[in-house]
C-alpha cells in the first residue's frame, strides 16, 4: 500500500480524481503538476495515514512512513537541487494540512520548515539576501511555535504572545510596520520568540529539520481530532474517519524582494459570475500577507485596477504609482498567470479560485480548487460555460446547487452594508430574504408603519393578515416548521424563527436582547437566510432575475420528468408561483379563506352554532366568498389542475380567546358572553393535532363538506361560462381508514350531482386524498380502490410517524441534533430511512390496486432537493412546494432524472 504520493516536476503519483486518499489540495496539486503547470515538488502523505495515526499512535505511524518520506523528501533534493537542512544550499519546505473538503478547524499551514541558527546564514549567503533569511526564520518560528507548540494567546483578550513582542520593538525603535525592522531587529526577535517558546513551553524550540517536520506533520493529524474540527464535521455529518491528508511541498519565497510577491486567484468573478479573470497580489510578501489586510493588496488586472480605484477614490496617477496592477507592472508574468487561469479552467471546467507565488521574477502555482460563489454567480456560470461549450446540458444542470437558487428569488441586503451591521442576536434562517422595518408586536398593528417587523413570541393563525403586510416575521419561539416558518416561506416572506435571546413583553411592548430594550417602533433588519437579526436599517436590492436565470428554468424543464406544482391559498400567490413555473397546483388550504376579517365572523358563527340549522345558515354566507376565491386561483392557473383540500385544522383555532373579542362576537351574534365562553371550552382539546380535525370535521359536520365542495364546482361551472378550462382536484385531509374516505367522497359526488343538475352543465374533478397518517398509507391499497389520487402530507405523516408533535418539537429537536441523535430536521429533509417507507410502501400499494393511480407530495419536503429526488424515485407524479420554492424543486426534479 502506497501512503506518500509524489509530485512535482511534470508528473505525479496521484491525480485530481484522488481527492479521498489525498485531500483536495493534495489530489489539485498532483493533477496541475500532471498538465504542466509549475507547482514546487513535494508529496502527501494519505488520509489513511491519519486514521492508521488516531488507531495505532505516534510511533508506529512515523515507523511505517519513515522510508517513504525519506525517499520523497530526497526527490524534492533532485528537483530543487539543495538539501533538507544543509547550512550550505539548505531546501525548506511548507507543511500543509488538506482534508478532502475544505474544513475551519484544521491546522494552519506552517512556512519555511527547516530552519535553524545555523541553516539561516546558509540561506542568506546563498539568496545573497540576509534580510530574507532572517524575516523567514521569524515567520517560521512564529508560525510552527503557534499551530505546534501551542503558542496561543492565553486567554480570549489577551495578545499572541509573538505578536505582543513585536509590538514592543516597534515601540521601541518607534516604527510602524514590519517591514521598517532591521536587519538587526530581526535577529533580535528570532532570540526574543526562541525565548518566550523556552519560558512557555520549558522545551527549546526544536533545531533539527527532520524533528521539526514530524511535528508538524503530527500536529496536522492531531488537528482532524480538535474541537473545532469535530463541531464541524458533526454539523455537516462528515464521518471521522475521513481524516486529513498532509501536504509536504518545497518553498518558494515571495519575500525575497521587489521581483518576488504572492497572490490569489479566480478565473470568473465569484460575486457576479461575470467572464473576467480578477484577484490581488502584494510584491515582496508571503503566505496569507495578502488575506491579513495590514498592507492594501492590489489587483491582477489593469480593468480591476481601475475599478478598483473608483471604488476606493484613488486617483489615477496615485492608482499607476502606487498600486499597479500585476498586468503593469510584470507584463510578462502576467501573461503567464493569465495563461494557467485559463488552462485550468479549461482543463477543469469550474471557475477556479488559485493561489501563486512569484520568487525572483518566476511563477509557481500552489492551489486551486473549484471556487466558492454566490447563487447569482453560480446560475450565470453554468450557463456560460454551456454556451462557451465547455459543459454539456446536464453539466450546467448538475452544476446548480437547488437551495442556492433562493439567494435569486428574494429581495437581498446589499452587501456592503451588510460589512458595517450590528448583529444583536441569531435565530433560525426560516424563510430567507431580507427585510427592514419598525418593530410591532401585534399583527393588527402591522400597517402601523410603512415598513414593520411583526415581533412575536410566536404566531398563530390569527395573525396571517398581519403576516401577510409585515415586511418581516421574527418570533422567539418555535422552529423551522413552525406556523411563522411555513406561512412565510408560502408567503415568500423573510422570517427569521426561534431566537430565544429575545425576551418580548407585549404589555410594555418592548423586546429586550442582552439587557438592550427596544420599542415599537425602532427599526431592526432581519437577514432570513442567516437568521441574523440586525440592530437598524440595512439597505436592501431587488432580486434581479436575469436572462441566464429563465434560460437555465428552460433547460430544466428539458429533462425533468417529474412534475412541480405549488402550495398556494390566493390568486395571487397563484400568479407567482405561474411565473416560476408551477404545473398546477398540489395544494390550497381553504382554511386560509377565513381568516380575512368578515369572514372569519361568518366561520365563528359557523363554530357556536348548536344546530345544524344555524351551521348552514352560516355556511351559506360563506359559499359566495370561497366561491370567488376558487374562481380566482381556478383562473390563475388557466386550465392546469388544482388540488383543493377540505377545511383542516381544529375549530378551535378560529375562535377567539381574547376577552374583548369574545365580547364583540356575543353581541355581533346575539348571544350572551357565558355562551360564547362555554362553547370555546367546549371546543378546547387536550392534543388538538391528534383531536377533532381534517376529515373527522366534514364527517361530523357533513354540512360543511356539502358547501365546500358547492363551491369548488360551482366555481369550476361559472369559469367554464366564461370559456376558461378549471380542473379540481378535491382533497380528503387526514384519513385513516378508507370508510372515512368514503363517506366524504359520498357527500362530494352526491353534492357534485346536485348542481351539475342546477346548472345543466357538468365538469370533470377528481376526489382524493391524502396520505398521512400511518394507517392509511399501510392501507393503501383499499383507500386506491376509491380515491382517484394521492398526495403525500409529510408534514403530519412525520409528525404521527415520530410521535414528534410539530407545535413542540422545537423544544427538543435542536438539543437532538447537536447531540447526533437526528443528523438534521425530519421535518425539513424527509426522513427516507423511516417515512420514508410509508412514502414507498403507500404508493406501491395504492398503484397495486390502481395501476395509474396520481400520486404526489405537498408537504414542506416538496421544495427540499434531496426529498425531490426520493420522490423521484418513488416515481411520484409531482412535488408541491411553496411557491418560492418552486424554481428549486424545478432543477432537483431535473437532476433526479439526469
Ligand atoms: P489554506 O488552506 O489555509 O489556504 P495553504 O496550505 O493553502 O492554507 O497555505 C497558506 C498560504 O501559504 C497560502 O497563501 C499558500 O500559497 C502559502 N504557501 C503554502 N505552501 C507554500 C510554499 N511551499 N511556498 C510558498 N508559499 C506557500
Ligand atoms: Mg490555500
Ligand atoms: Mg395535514
Not at 469535530?230 to 518545497?250: E, F, L
Request: with cysteine; glycine share 8%.
Amino acid at each position: 500500500k502506497t501512503r506518500v504520493y509524489k509530485f512535482g516536476n511534470k508528473t505525479a503519483d496521484g491525480n485530481s480524481k484522488m481527492k479521498n486518499l489525498l485531500g483536495g489540495k493534495g489530489a489539485n496539486l498532483a493533477e496541475m503538476s500532471l498538465i504542466g503547470i509549475p507547482v514546487p515538488p513535494g508529496f502527501t502523505i494519505t488520509t489513511e495515514v491519519c486514521t492508521e495515526y488516531n488507531l495505532l499512535g505516534q510511533e508506529a505511524v512515523v515507523n511505517m512512513i519513515l522510508p517513504e518520506v525519506e525517499q520523497s523528501v530526497a526527490n524534492i533534493e533532485t528537483i530543487m537541487d539543495a538539501k533538507f537542512g544543509d547550512a550550505e544550499n539548505p531546501l525548506l519546505v511548507s507543511v500543509r494540512s488538506g482534508a478532502r473538503v475544505s474544513m475551519p478547524g484544521m491546522m494552519d499551514t506552517v512556512l519555511n520548515l527547516g530552519l535553524n541558527d545555523e541553516v539561516v546564514l546558509g540561506l542568506a549567503k546563498r539568496t545573497n539576501n540576509e534580510r530574507f533569511a532572517w524575516d523567514s526564520y521569524r515567520r517560521f518560528i512564529q508560525m510552527y511555535g503557534d499551530v505546534v507548540l501551542g503558542m496561543k494567546p492565553e486567554s480570549k483578550d489577551d495578545i499572541d504572545p509573538f505578536e505582543e513582542i513585536m509590538e514592543a520593538l516597534k515601540h521601541k525603535r518607534n516604527i510602524q510596520l514590519d517591514t521598517e525592522f532591521t536587519i538587526q531587529d530581526l535577529k533580535d526577535l528570532v532570540y526574543d520568540f526562541k525565548e518566550a517558546v523556552k519560558k512557555r513551553t520549558g522545551h527549546d524550540f526544536p533545531t533539527n529539520p527532520w524533528d521539526q517536520l514530524w511535528g508538524a506533520v503530527i500536529a496536522v493529524f492531531n488537528s482532524w481530532n480538535s474541537d473545532r474540527a469535530i463541531y464541524y464535521r458533526k454539523m455537516h455529518g462528515y464521518p471521522s474517519d475521513w481524516g486529513t491528508a498532509v501536504n509536504v511541498q518545497a518553498m518558494v519565497y515571495g519575500n525575497m524582494g521587489d521581483n518576488s510577491g504572492t497572490g490569489v486567484c479566480f478565473t470568473r468573478d465569484a460575486g457576479t459570475g461575470e467572464d473576467v479573470f480578477n484577484g490581488e497580489y502584494l510584491i515582496n510578501a508571503q503566505g496569507e500577507d495578502v488575506v491579513a489586510g495590514t498592507r492594501t493588496p492590489q489587483q491582477i488586472t489593469k480593468l480591476g485596477s481601475l475599478r478598483w480605484a473608483e471604488l476606493a477614490k484613488v486617483e489615477e496617477e496615485d492608482r499607476a504609482k502606487n498600486y499597479p496592477s500585476l498586468e503593469e507592472l510584470m507584463p510578462s508574468i502576467y501573461k503567464e498567470l493569465n495563461d494557467y487561469q485559463q488552462k485550468l479552467e479549461d482543463h477543469y471546467k469550474d471557475m477556479q479560485d488559485m493561489e501563486f507565488t512569484i520568487q525572483d521574477g518566476k511563477l509557481w502555482m500552489l492551489q486551486t480548487r473549484n471556487g466558492k460563489r454566490t447563487g447569482a454567480a453560480m446560475v450565470k456560470i453554468a450557463m456560460d460555460m454551456l454556451k462557451q461549450g465547455l459543459i454539456d446540458e446536464k453539466q450546467a444542470l448538475l452544476r446548480i446547487e437547488p437551495n442556492k437558487l433562493d439567494e435569486l428569488l428574494h429581495p437581498v441586503f446589499d452587501p456592503k452594508a451588510l460589512k458595517r451591521a450590528h448583529v444583536i442576536a441569531q435565530g433560525l434562517p426560516a424563510s430567507p430574504g431580507a427585510a427592514t422595518g419598525q418593530i410591532v408586536f401585534f399583527a393588527d398593528e402591522a400597517d402601523k408603519y410603512k415598513y414593520t417587523i411583526l415581533t412575536r413570541i410566536e404566531t398563530s393563525p390569527e395573525d396571517l393578515e398581519g403576516m401577510n403586510v409585515a415586511r418581516g416575521i421574527l418570533t422567539a419561539r418555535g422552529g423551522m416548521t413552525s406556523h411563522a416558518a411555513v406561512v412565510a416561506r408560502g408567503m415568500g416572506k423573510c422570517c427569521v424563527s426561534g431566537a430565544g435571546a429575545l425576551k418580548i413583553n407585549y404589555k410594555t411592548r418592548t423586546l429586550t436582547v442582552d439587557g438592550k430594550e427596544y420599542h415599537e417602533g425602532d427599526w431592526i433588519s432581519l437577514n432570513g437566510s442567516t437568521g441574523n437579526i440586525i440592530e437598524g436599517k440595512v439597505a436592501t436590492s431587488e432580486p434581479e432575475l436575469s436572462g441566464e436565470f429563465a434560460e437555465l428554468m428552460k433547460l430544466s424543464d428539458k429533462y425533468a420528468t417529474m412534475q412541480v406544482r405549488t402550495n398556494a391559498d390566493t390568486p395571487k400567490d397563484a400568479k407567482i408561483a405561474r411565473t416560476f413555473g408551477a404545473q398546477g397546483i398540489g395544494l390550497t388550504r381553504t382554511e386560509h379563506m377565513f381568516f380575512e376579517v368578515d369572514r372569519i365572523k361568518a366561520m365563528r358563527e359557523m363554530i357556536l352554532a348548536d344546530t345544524v340549522k344555524g351551521r348552514k345558515h352560516a355556511l351559506e354566507q360563506l359559499l359566495p366568498m370561497q366561491r370567488e376565491d376558487f374562481e380566482g386561483i381556478f383562473e390563475a392557473m388557466q386550465g392546469l389542475p388544482v388540488t383543493v383540500r377540505l377545511l383542516d385544522p381544529p375549530l378551535h383555532e378560529f375562535v377567539p380567546h381574547q376577552l374583548i373579542q369574545q365580547k364583540e362576537l356575543a353581541e355581533d351574534m346575539h348571544i350572551s358572553l357565558e355562551a360564547v365562553k362555554s362553547k370555546i371550552s367546549e371546543l378546547e382539546e387536550f392534543n388538538p393535532m391528534l383531536g377533532h380535525r381534517g376529515c373527522r370535521l366534514g364527517n361530523t359536520y357533513p354540512e360543511i363538506t356539502e358547501m365546500q365542495a358547492r363551491a369548488i364546482i360551482e366555481a369550476a361551472l361559472n369559469l367554464k361560462a366564461k370559456g376558461i378550462v378549471a380542473k379540481p382536484e378535491i382533497m380528503v385531509p387526514l384519513i385513516g381508514t378508507i370508510q372515512e374516505f368514503e363517506m366524504q367522497e359520498g357527500i362530494i359526488r352526491s353534492t357534485a350531482e346536485k348542481v351539475f343538475e342546477e346548472y345543466g352543465d357538468t365538469i370533470e374533478y377528481l376526489v382524493g386524498t391524502m396520505i398521512e397518517i400511518p394507517r392509511a398509507a399501510l392501507t393503501a391499497d383499499l383507500i386506491a380502490e376509491k380515491a382517484e389520487f394521492f398526495s403525500f402530507g409529510t408534514n403530519d405523516l412525520t409528525q404521527m410517524t415520530f410521535g414528534y408533535s410539530r407545535d413542540d418539537a422545537g423544544k427538543f429537536l435542536p438539543i437532538y441534533i447537536e447531540k447526533g441523535i437526528l443528523k438534521v430536521d425530519p421535518f425539513e429533509v424527509l426522513d427516507q430511512e423511516g417515512v420514508g417507507q410509508l412514502v414507498k410502501m403507500g404508493t406501491e400499494k395504492g398503484r397495486s390496486t390502481k395501476p395509474n393511480l396520481k400520486v404526489g407530495i405537498c408537504g414542506e419536503h416538496g421544495g427540499e432537493p434531496s426529498s425531490v429526488e426520493f420522490c423521484y424515485n418513488t416515481g411520484m407524479n409531482y412535488v408541491s412546494c411553496s411557491p418560492y420554492r418552486v424554481p428549486i424543486a424545478r432543477i432537483a426534479s431535473a437532476q433526479a432524472a439526469i
